[in-house]
C-alpha cells in the first residue's frame, strides 16, 4: 500500500464522512504549489475555497505567526491583550467601519451578523420581540450551523436536520422585484453574498447589489453582505460589493482573514449598529485571540498594499480568457470575477468530479459543485504562466473525454 493509499483508509476507517474529498494527501505546500505523501506536485486552484488567497505558508504571515507563538496565544475576552485593538483598527479602516466583533469560521460570522441585525431591528427600528424577519437569497452559502441551514436552499444541507430556526424569508437570487416585494415593516436586514461561490461562482446583474442598498435604504434595513469567499482581495477588489460601488452596513468576514494559517473571522460594522452589543450577550473563547489577531492584521497589511487585488485582476484576465475558449469544447458556461471562476462541464462528456479527478492525476487542484461545475480560485501569488499551465491541463482533460464519448 502505498502512503496515499494508507493515509485515505485510516481517514475513512475513523473520521465521519462529512466529505468527499479528491484522493489526493496533503502532506506540504508553499505559494500555490502543493506536495502530497508520494512526493507528487500539484498546482492548487483552489485555495481552500479562498481562505488561501496569499498562498500556502505566506513568508509575512508565517513570521507574524511565529513571533507571536512565541509570545502569547490565548488570552480568552477575560482580559485584553495587546495585537486584538491594533488589528481591529486596521480592519476597520479597511472595511470604512467603526467597530469589529472577531469570531473564528464563517458560520460563526454569519450567525453573529444575523445576532447583530435582530438586535438593531428591536432596538433602533421598532420590530416587535421576536418577530423580526431577515431576507436572504435562494442558492445561499452561509455555512453549515442549525440557524445557518434554516435558510439554505439545498435540500442535502438541510434533510434530516430540523426543526429549523424560524424568521428567515428567502427569495430568488438577483431579482430585485421579489426581494422589494419582501422587505418590509419586520425585516431586520437582507444578507445576500455579493457573488454567490458555493452556487458556482453566481455573478448577479449589474445594478442588483446597488438596488439592494436602495431597497433597504428606503424601507430601513441593513444590508448584510457575506464576503467570507468574495473578500479580501478575490474578485481583484478588496470587496466585491466595492466593484459594484455599494456599501453594506455590515460586512461579515472570514476564510482570508486567516491568511490560512488560524481561523479568524469577523463582523464589521457602524458603531450606530455594532455598538448595540453589551458585554455578556455574545462572544467566544477563541474569537480574537493574540495569534489570530497578530495573523490577521497582517493579512490586513497584504491587503493594504492593493498588490493582491492587482495580482486578482491580473490572473483573472488570462483565467477567463483562457476558460472561454474551452466553451464549445467540453465547457457550456464560464462565469467570475478576477481570480474566481465558475466553469460548467458539459453533462456529456462527464461530471465535474470526474474531471477534477482527472485534472487531480496531471497535477492540477480544483473541485466540483453541484454536479457538473468545478470552480477555480488559484492562491493570488499564482503567476500567469502558472495559469496557462493549468489552462492546459483542462484543455487536455476535456479533449481525452470528447474522444471517448
Ligand atoms: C459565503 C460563505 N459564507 C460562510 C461560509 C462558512 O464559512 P466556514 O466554513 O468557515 O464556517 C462560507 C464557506 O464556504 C462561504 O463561502
Same mark, same amino acid.
Given at each position: 500500500m502505498n502512503r496515499t493509499t494508507a493515509a485515505i483508509k485510516i481517514e475513512r476507517d475513523v473520521l465521519a464522512h462529512n466529505y468527499h474529498p479528491l484522493s489526493v494527501v496533503v502532506e506540504r505546500a508553499e505559494g500555490s504549489w502543493i506536495t502530497d505523501v508520494d512526493g507528487k506536485r500539484y498546482l492548487d486552484c483552489l485555495a481552500g475555497y479562498s481562505a488561501l488567497n496569499f498562498g500556502h505558508g505566506h513568508p509575512a504571515l508565517l513570521a507574524a505567526a511565529r513571533a507571536q507563538l512565541a509570545r502569547a496565544t490565548l488570552?480568552?475576552? @477575560?482580559?485584553? %491583550?495587546?495585537?486584538?485593538?491594533?488589528?481591529?483598527?486596521?480592519?476597520?479602516?479597511?472595511? =470604512?467601519?467603526?467597530? !469589529?466583533?472577531?469570531? %473564528?469560521?464563517?458560520?460563526?460570522?454569519?450567525?453573529?451578523?444575523?445576532?447583530? @441585525?435582530?438586535?438593531?431591528?428591536?432596538?433602533?427600528? =421598532?420590530?416587535?420581540?421576536?418577530?423580526?424577519?431577515?431576507?436572504? @437569497? @435562494?442558492? %445561499?452559502?452561509? =455555512?453549515?450551523?442549525?440557524? !445557518?441551514?434554516?435558510?439554505?436552499?439545498?435540500?442535502? *444541507?438541510?434533510?434530516?436536520?430540523? +426543526?429549523?430556526?424560524?424568521?428567515?424569508?428567502? !427569495? +430568488?437570487?438577483?431579482?430585485?422585484? *421579489?426581494?422589494?416585494?419582501?422587505?418590509?415593516?419586520?425585516?431586520? *436586514?437582507?444578507?445576500?453574498?455579493?457573488?454567490?461561490?458555493?452556487?458556482? !461562482?453566481?455573478?448577479?446583474s449589474d445594478g442588483y447589489l446597488a438596488g439592494i442598498r436602495r431597497i433597504c435604504d428606503d424601507r430601513r434595513a441593513l444590508f448584510v453582505a457575506d464576503e467570507i469567499q468574495s473578500g479580501l482581495g478575490r474578485v481583484g477588489a478588496t470587496f466585491a460589493c466595492e466593484l459594484a460601488g455599494v456599501r453594506p452596513d455590515i460586512y461579515l468576514l472570514g476564510k482570508a482573514l486567516g491568511g490560512g494559517v488560524v481561523p479568524v473571522s469577523a463582523v464589521v460594522s457602524s458603531r450606530d449598529v455594532l455598538g448595540l452589543i453589551r458585554p455578556g450577550e455574545h462572544g467566544s473563547t477563541f474569537g480574537g485571540n493574540p495569534l489570530a489577531a497578530a495573523v490577521g492584521s497582517a493579512v490586513v497589511d497584504l491587503l493594504a498594499t492593493g498588490e493582491y487585488q492587482a495580482a486578482a485582476r491580473r490572473i483573472g484576465d488570462v483565467l477567463h480568457r483562457g476558460l472561454r475558449d474551452l466553451i464549445g469544447h467540453g465547457v457550456t458556461a464560464v462565469r467570475g470575477v478576477g481570480a474566481w471562476a465558475g466553469v460548467d462541464i458539459d453533462p456529456a462528456i462527464g461530471s465535474g468530479r470526474q474531471i477534477c479527478e482527472a485534472l487531480a492525476e496531471r497535477g492540477v487542484l480544483v473541485k466540483d459543485t453541484h454536479g457538473s461545475t468545478i470552480r477555480f480560485a488559484p492562491p493570488l501569488v499564482t503567476t500567469d504562466d502558472e495559469i496557462r499551465w493549468a489552462l492546459d491541463r483542462l484543455r487536455e482533460v476535456l479533449a481525452a473525454r470528447q474522444s471517448t464519448v
Amino acid at each position: 500500500m502505498n502512503r496515499t493509499t494508507a493515509a485515505i483508509k485510516i481517514e475513512r476507517d475513523v473520521l465521519a464522512h462529512n466529505y468527499h474529498p479528491l484522493s489526493v494527501v496533503v502532506e506540504r505546500a508553499e505559494g500555490s504549489w502543493i506536495t502530497d505523501v508520494d512526493g507528487k506536485r500539484y498546482l492548487d486552484c483552489l485555495a481552500g475555497y479562498s481562505a488561501l488567497n496569499f498562498g500556502h505558508g505566506h513568508p509575512a504571515l508565517l513570521a507574524a505567526a511565529r513571533a507571536q507563538l512565541a509570545r502569547a496565544t490565548l488570552t480568552s475576552r @477575560a482580559f485584553h %491583550n495587546d495585537r486584538l485593538g491594533p488589528f481591529a483598527a486596521k480592519l476597520a479602516d479597511l472595511c =470604512g467601519m467603526h467597530l !469589529v466583533l472577531p469570531m %473564528n469560521t464563517g458560520a460563526e460570522a454569519v450567525e453573529t451578523g444575523i445576532k447583530v @441585525a435582530r438586535r438593531w431591528a428591536y432596538q433602533v427600528k =421598532g420590530v416587535p420581540a421576536d418577530d423580526a424577519e431577515i431576507v436572504v @437569497a @435562494a442558492g %445561499n452559502f452561509h =455555512g453549515r450551523t442549525t440557524t !445557518v441551514v434554516s435558510f439554505s436552499t439545498d435540500e442535502q *444541507a438541510r434533510t434530516g436536520f430540523g +426543526p429549523f430556526t424560524p424568521g428567515f424569508t428567502v !427569495v +430568488p437570487y438577483d431579482d430585485l422585484d *421579489a426581494l422589494e416585494a419582501a422587505v418590509g415593516e419586520r425585516t431586520a *436586514a437582507v444578507l445576500v453574498e455579493p457573488i454567490q461561490g458555493e452556487a458556482g !461562482v453566481v455573478v448577479p446583474s449589474d445594478g442588483y447589489l446597488a438596488g439592494i442598498r436602495r431597497i433597504c435604504d428606503d424601507r430601513r434595513a441593513l444590508f448584510v453582505a457575506d464576503e467570507i469567499q468574495s473578500g479580501l482581495g478575490r474578485v481583484g477588489a478588496t470587496f466585491a460589493c466595492e466593484l459594484a460601488g455599494v456599501r453594506p452596513d455590515i460586512y461579515l468576514l472570514g476564510k482570508a482573514l486567516g491568511g490560512g494559517v488560524v481561523p479568524v473571522s469577523a463582523v464589521v460594522s457602524s458603531r450606530d449598529v455594532l455598538g448595540l452589543i453589551r458585554p455578556g450577550e455574545h462572544g467566544s473563547t477563541f474569537g480574537g485571540n493574540p495569534l489570530a489577531a497578530a495573523v490577521g492584521s497582517a493579512v490586513v497589511d497584504l491587503l493594504a498594499t492593493g498588490e493582491y487585488q492587482a495580482a486578482a485582476r491580473r490572473i483573472g484576465d488570462v483565467l477567463h480568457r483562457g476558460l472561454r475558449d474551452l466553451i464549445g469544447h467540453g465547457v457550456t458556461a464560464v462565469r467570475g470575477v478576477g481570480a474566481w471562476a465558475g466553469v460548467d462541464i458539459d453533462p456529456a462528456i462527464g461530471s465535474g468530479r470526474q474531471i477534477c479527478e482527472a485534472l487531480a492525476e496531471r497535477g492540477v487542484l480544483v473541485k466540483d459543485t453541484h454536479g457538473s461545475t468545478i470552480r477555480f480560485a488559484p492562491p493570488l501569488v499564482t503567476t500567469d504562466d502558472e495559469i496557462r499551465w493549468a489552462l492546459d491541463r483542462l484543455r487536455e482533460v476535456l479533449a481525452a473525454r470528447q474522444s471517448t464519448v
